[in-house]
């Protein structure tokens, strides 16, 4: 195989798929230490269309840090810290207590929650929250805002339950094969398509404020880089040069790209500037370079580089000069990006014929693997620091998507039909 297709992760090669279909969680986890907690449902005064308790639920336990009780096991269902009987919760086991109701914004369709985090052991309110109204339909990203409310609370880490997820799917076989770029909430709700094409779409990338995606696409074989605005399904293509066009990386600051490009030599690192067009050559080496990852202080970038033989992830300053190799455990390292804290790096190492997802401390230059697959590939911090997603072959040859948490307690599986790779994690909501 050639080395550039391997320093890609042989993406090139996505395999057909079922498209839009839900991504289902499978949690597996070392329950030791797990915090009990219950999420009584919330009252309301007509139906509606989301059981913002379930969802709340849902998400907790799909952390990997809690347990909850099961609406049968429940002794009462208050919705108002007055009217809970904290011994009925410790005969249960619990530690912590979520109540809350749902109500009508008057005048109007729409409608606001309220919701406590009662301690149960001691019997005090921790949190007390009116979330403003919303149209019911919107109910959904509520619960998981008051997810993310309780998670941090209890945690001290910001949850990401509110954010989003980017994959690229495809169906179909020879002719007929379709491919899609898909986003969905983080719990799997909520797919959509927002690109597709006959031709390979490939390295999804938020912007900063989250509104905007860069990915690759093809056009009669030839390979571009393409900006898609969420909300208003405007596409760009902003660049399509001969060779290789690859590997988009947005700056902090959302006015640049780090991209591959090979129209005037071997594969190098260049920064496209958004706003007037230009293009600055960071890289020029013999080798390849690609996969370029902005440090979150936007002062420097990782890449992958195989100039001194192997593929490994070297570090420069973002404005250009001399690279620093960072990596040396494990035959190749390849496809870095920086925790939001810019304290670590997410990558892929290839030992004894296994490519697993690794996690580099880059204070110590400890790396240490976090995924135990044959072929897992493209990792993306989540925006908290604390999970990391990726995409790993399965038995038969297919491939989902999976997560870790960084200290490796926690892992999941994101099942679905056919295959889903490439994921990309959102940033918080701005």
């Given amino acids: 195989m050639m080395l550039i297709q391997r320093v890609l992760l042989a993406v090139l090669l996505i395999v057909p798929i079922a498209a839009q279909a839900q991504l289902q969680f499978d949690v597996q986890s070392n329950q030791t230490g797990a915090v009990p907690i219950a999420i009584a449902p919330f009252s309301s005064n007509d139906g509606l269309p989301t059981d913002v308790a379930s969802v709340i639920d849902a998400d907790l336990v799909r952390s990997g840090l809690f347990t909850t009780l099961p609406r049968g096991d429940m002794l009462e269902r208050p919705d108002d810290p007055s009217r809970v009987d904290f011994r009925n919760w410790r005969a249960v086991g619990m530690d912590h207590l ?6 009508r914004d008057a005048g109007t369709d729409r409608v606001a929650a309220r919701f406590y985090l009662l301690d149960v052991l001691r019997g005090q309110q921790l949190i007390a929250y009116d979330m403003p109204a919303v149209a019911p339909d919107q109910l959904r990203y509520v619960a998981h805002q008051i997810a993310d409310l309780i998670f941090e609370r209890l945690t001290g880490i910001p949850g990401v339950f509110n954010t989003k997820i980017a994959y690229v799917t ?3 076989m020879g002719p007929t094969r379709t491919y899609q770029l898909i986003v969905a909430d983080a719990d799997g709700y909520n797919p959509r398509t927002i690109a597709s094409s006959k031709d390979t779409l490939m390295s999804p990338s938020w912007s900063p404020d989250r509104r905007k995606l860069a990915y690759v696409g093809y056009e009669r074989g030839r390979s571009g880089i393409y900006v898609h605005e969420i909300a208003t399904g405007q596409v760009k293509k902003i660049l399509s040069e001969k060779g290789i066009n690859g590997s988009p990386a947005w700056s902090p600051d959302g006015t640049k790209l780090a991209v591959t490009l090979s129209f005037e030599t071997n594969p190098d690192i260049y920064l496209y500037d958004l706003q007037t067009g230009r293009r600055q050559r960071l890289t020029d080496h013999y080798g390849i370079d690609t ?25 420069m300053p973002a404005t250009g000069g001399e690279a620093q190799r960072l990596t040396f455990q494990g035959r190749q390292n390849l496809d870095a990006s ?4 810019g ?14 997802i690794g996690l580099l401390d880059l204070g110590s230059g400890n790396l240490r693997l976090l995924s135990d697959g044959g072929l897992d590939e493209s990792p993306s911090f989540a925006p908290n620091g604390a999970v990391i997603i990726y995409a790993t072959q399965v038995r038969g040859g297919g491939a989902e998507l999976a997560t870790v948490t960084t200290d490796g307690r926690v892992k999941q599986r994101l099942r679905q039909p056919g295959e889903v790779r490439e994921p990309s994690w959102s940033p918080l909501s701005k």
């Fill in 98 to 103: 979520v109540v809350g109701r749902l109500s």
């Fill in 170 to 172: 495809s169906s179909g």
């Fill in 291 to 315: 996969e370029a990852s902005f440090a979150p202080d936007g002062q420097s970038i990782v890449f992958t580089s195989d100039r001194g033989g192997q593929p490994q992830i070297y570090r």
């Fill in 338 to 341: 920086f925790s939001p804290d």
């Fill in 343 to 356: 304290k670590f790096l997410a990558l892929v190492n290839l030992d004894e014929g296994r490519y697993r």
